[in-house]
């Protein structure tokens, strides 16, 4: 009898040890997947830096695809970015601490990508197939996807215990329906304009967060290094 | 007033869900070059803005007051004539402003021609395994308009039309047709040209795809000497390896140039051999040589195919003669002997250099240097032009 209870134990325990393993790694990996994208932990300050330079070189390529954007539309086309659309992100950057304003830079990522998606198809149809214009959209669409992934998995490391919102649908309300070809040079025009003025204050604002962020964790960790 | 009534029912809502400035009548019109437009600007009423301060610019140049016509306190138009073909894809941009210069709405101008009929398709097959076709178009081959081009072919007794899908192979005018072709059977094949303006469809051919085949250059091709002749060169190559999967024959055709001379010379009976001897060449000389490959008799049919490419050159040089070196009205022997041993050094310089030793020791070797000479002289003339021509750093 004791031979059986002897032999139960070693069982029970290794399949205790199982279940506690597979309940922590069922969670980690809750935690670290959140809204479709794969998170690891990173150093605060080199993945701020991450997304400061390649926020810059998304700015940089926005200059220069609204450029080639006016020039492929034809004279006159400055005045096109000057007119009003609705439904059209605005660039700014909104909420008073560092976590509203991260979400508020991922919120307008998403919100840009399906804009960048309709602008790429209008022009698809009014451009020849070898223009720059179209290579140019579709660059700015994959970089902007990326942003908004690595300031997603940012806000998930610093900010742990604050919900992210779920995707933004791409719904009707989200682009404009369809438009006479003027109507699409104008939209595309303000959709870039604001596009690139998003960019620069994301730029702006990265460099402040990197500030504030990364050195409240530092000084956190001080603190406990203390104990 | 029916045509106000047309132009209210034909407001667009999307700049906003409230009601756009402006509507232009026509909205991205079509036109022919030559002929003449007449736009009307219809401003809403409730904007407070009177059609007498309104304006119209076509791709950003004011359009004079001339051309204008109020037709009523909120409607002013334009009437433009012998237009001319659209300055860019996306159309010319006609729009109407009000006094201030602010946008009030636009449309965009397609103005070009119809296609005229595509001329000039020709198709090829690489190894039966599928068709390439190539076309040139009409007229003068601008339509000032997006014009689409559309490869069809089908079977010529039985099967459906279909359209080539890969447009994309670098160059105009092309398609490619990858696979699932049929052999022993004809094909007609014809291009579709399109736009806002009209249609036009090129001469229909028809063809077998066997009798349009071409492959790949030979392979391996080498060039070497005939023993101690002076004045020949014997060339060997491969057959194109798609040919071993194939029931035909193959006919080549050989090409050779002087090592400092742009002109080639063809050897064209060269029939289904894959050696060749070339006679009456120059003593001494360096010769580049290149061949290619006609698939014949694809499948018992006697019809030639298609040239392939060029094979990459090949070099070998021809024997100095040893007359030269005795006493002739060529430079003398002394000159020739210095000439020769100052080259002989440079050679042996460059063996020593990549460690071929004696035991790699060839004439070979020697064609090999010759060709690695010529090649490295156009690589420091490049580079002297370019230090030329490149502006200095400060």
Excluded at chain 1, 2 to 15: A, D, E, T
Excluded at chain 2, 60 to 84: A, E, I, M
Excluded at chain 2, 344 to 351: A, D, H, I, T
Excluded at chain 2, 362 to 373: A, E, G, H, T
């Amino acid at each position: 009898m004791s031979g059986h209870v002897k032999n139960m134990c070693p069982q029970l325990s290794i399949s205790q040890a199982a279940r506690t393993l597979l309940s922590l790694l069922l969670v980690a990996a809750i935690d670290s997947v959140s809204a479709g994208v794969v998170c690891r932990k990173q150093p605060c300050g080199s993945s701020l830096q991450r997304s400061l330079k390649l926020t810059k070189l998304i700015h940089k390529e926005s200059v220069d695809l609204l450029k080639t954007y006016k020039v492929s539309q034809g004279d006159m086309s400055e005045l096109f970015c000057q007119m009003s659309i609705n439904n059209v992100p605005d660039p700014n950057i909104s909420g008073l601490d560092p976590s509203e304003r991260m979400l508020s830079i991922y919120s307008h990522c998403k919100a840009f990508l399906p804009h960048l998606k309709r602008v790429t198809e209008q022009q698809t149809d009014l451009q020849p197939p070898s223009s720059a214009l179209l290579s140019k959209l579709s660059t700015a669409q994959n970089r902007t996807n990326g942003l908004a992934n690595q300031i997603n998995c940012i806000y998930q490391t610093f900010f742990p215990n604050l919900p992210i919102p779920p995707e933004p649908v791409d719904g009707p309300t989200s682009v404009p329906p369809s438009q006479n070809v003027f109507q699409q040079k104008v939209y595309g025009c303000v959709v870039l304009k604001r596009f690139k003025e998003f960019l620069s204050r994301v730029t702006r604002e990265l460099r402040t967060l990197k500030s504030q962020v990364c050195t409240r964790r530092t000084s956190f960790a001080d603190t406990n290094a203390l104990f | 007033m029916l045509s106000l009534l047309c132009l209210m029912m034909f407001v667009p809502r999307v700049f906003s869900s409230s009601t756009p400035p402006a509507v232009i009548f026509p909205q991205d019109p079509a036109l022919r070059m030559g002929t003449s437009l007449t736009a009307t600007c219809t401003v809403s009423p409730e904007r407070g803005l009177h059609a007498n301060t309104m304006y119209w610019t076509m791709n950003g140049k004011r359009l004079p007051s001339s051309t204008y016509d109020l037709l009523s306190p909120n409607g002013l138009s334009v009437t433009l004539h012998h237009l001319n073909g659209s300055q860019q894809q996306s159309g010319d941009n006609l729009v109407c402003h009000s006094g201030d210069g602010h946008v009030l709405a636009g449309s965009c101008l397609y103005v070009g021609m119809p296609p005229e009929k595509p001329v000039n398709l020709t198709c090829w097959s690489r190894n039966t395994k599928d068709l390439s076709c190539k076309w040139t178009p009409g007229g003068r081959g601008e339509t000032f308009i997006k014009t689409k081009y559309t490869l069809k072919y089908k079977l010529r007794w039985y099967g459906r039309e279909r359209e080539c899908e890969d447009y994309s192979t670098g160059q105009h005018y092309t398609c490619y047709i990858p696979r699932d072709l049929a052999l022993f059977t004809p094909y007609e094949i014809w291009v579709e040209a399109s736009n806002q303006l009209g249609t036009a469809t090129s001469d229909v051919i028809t063809l077998d795809i066997l009798d349009v085949v071409t492959t790949d250059p030979p392979d391996n091709v080498h060039v070497s000497r005939v023993g101690e002749l002076e004045d020949q060169l014997t060339v060997h190559w491969g057959s194109p390896p798609a040919l071993k999967d194939f029931l035909f024959q193959a006919k080549y055709q050989i090409r050779y140039r002087l090592e400092d001379s742009t002109e080639w010379k063809v050897v064209d009976d060269v029939g289904n051999q894959t050696s060749c001897r070339l006679a009456g060449l120059r003593a001494g000389t360096v010769y580049f040589v290149q061949v290619r490959c006609n698939p014949v008799g694809i499948y018992g049919s006697r019809k030639a195919g298609i040239w392939s490419d060029w094979s990459h050159p090949s070099a070998a040089s021809t024997p100095q003669s040893e007359r030269l070196q005795s006493g002739s009205c060529e430079p003398k022997s002394g000159e020739q002997n210095s000439t020769l041993r100052r080259e002989l050094k440079q050679f042996f310089g460059w063996v020593r250099k990549h460690s071929y030793g004696c035991s790699g020791m060839s004439i070979k070797l020697y064609d090999q240097w010759r060709v690695w000479l010529q090649k490295s002289h156009r690589t420091r003339n490049q580079v002297a032009l370019w230090k030329h021509t490149e502006p200095s750093l400060p």
